[in-house]
Nanobody
Framework: VQLQASGGGLVQPGGSLRLSCAAS????????IGWARQAPGKERKMISC?????????YYEDSVKGRFTVSRDNAKNTVYLQMTSLKPDDTALYYC????????????????WGQGTQVTVSS
């Protein structure tokens, strides 16, 4: 069972990136999925998550609200994080995980973290 985050890279301030979280050994359709990030010298922080059935609106941490959008494509077994208007403060290692605040009553529980993908915002 694995989650694989990808799509990170070096981007200029104001630019965009789309991160992908692909799964092997589990169906992402069965789980709420979260995106967390860890900047150098800081604790890992949850920034967004999407519920299993998308009945409830996704969660966004205040610093990314209005700039980041989380979505899922269950047919591709992938969850995305579209990031726009990127700032240097968004520089971090980004992780996807099944352990998020979007976990709902009745959802199956399995804690899996991807290995992280680096996002660097710099001119």
């Amino acid at each position: 069972v694995q989650l694989q985050a990808s799509g990170g890279g070096l981007v200029q301030p104001g630019g965009s990136l789309r991160l992908s979280c692909a799964a092997s050994g589990l169906s992402l359709a069965d789980y709420a999925i979260g995106w967390a990030r860890q900047a150098p010298g800081k604790e890992r922080k949850m920034i967004s998550c999407i519920t299993r059935r998308e009945i409830i609106s996704p969660y966004y941490e205040d610093s990314v609200k209005g700039r980041f959008t989380v979505s899922r494509d269950n047919a591709k077994n992938t969850v995305y994080l579209q990031m726009t208007s990127l700032k240097p403060d968004d520089t971090a290692l980004y992780y996807c995980t099944t352990n998020s605040p979007c976990y709902g009553a009745g959802d199956p529980w399995l804690e899996v973290w991807g290995q992280g993908t680096q996002v660097t915002v710099s001119s």
